[in-house]
């Protein structure tokens, strides 16, 4: 469910997000700036080891009886670092075609998400604690490369 739910929430932005951020007068560049940090941020997370849920959200998460929408893929999975990166995108590439681009390029992210998420259990045993803190860093350092990347669009953008 929680793959439904993250292509549900990257579609909606995809198609409403330009007139989100036309109706918050807020410029490409600014998006670009700020989607570029949270994503620098959740990755620097990752390499740093950090907490990514608070003590009241693990506790609500647990005690609710489907946790697909909220926490899974909302913040999570597709949370401001994702709904911006899809802002972005469809800002920059303007038309139907392109906004259809992305919102299938979402629906294979959140297959692939449904299919981690159902059947990852074995890797992340075969990996244990070790091989997933490794494999956490590097994607969080590929991650955090994203995010300078988007930064430095976002500052280049700006006139």
Do not use: C, W
Request: hydrophobic residues 55%; aromatic residues 4%; glycine residues 14%.
């Amino acid at each position: 469910m929680t793959g439904v739910y993250v292509l549900g929430i990257l579609a909606v932005f995809a198609l409403l997000g330009t007139l989100v951020l036309e109706g918050l007068g807020i410029g490409l560049p600014a998006l670009q700036i700020a989607g570029g940090l949270v994503v620098a941020h959740s990755g620097f997370g990752m390499i740093a080891s950090r907490q990514t849920l608070t003590d009241d959200e693990k506790t609500h998460g647990v005690a609710k009886p489907d946790v697909s929408f909220s926490p899974m893929a909302l913040p999570l999975i597709a949370g401001p670092g994702a709904i911006g990166v899809v802002i972005a995108l469809t800002a920059r590439h303007p038309g139907i075609l392109n906004r259809v681009s992305v919102i299938i390029a979402a629906a294979v992210l959140a297959g692939l998400v449904a299919v981690l998420l159902r059947f990852g259990t074995p890797l992340v045993d075969k990996l244990g604690p070790t091989g997933l803190g490794a494999l956490s860093r590097i994607i969080g350092f590929l991650t955090l490369a994203i995010g300078v990347e988007l930064v430095t669009h976002g500052v280049l953008a700006v006139k």
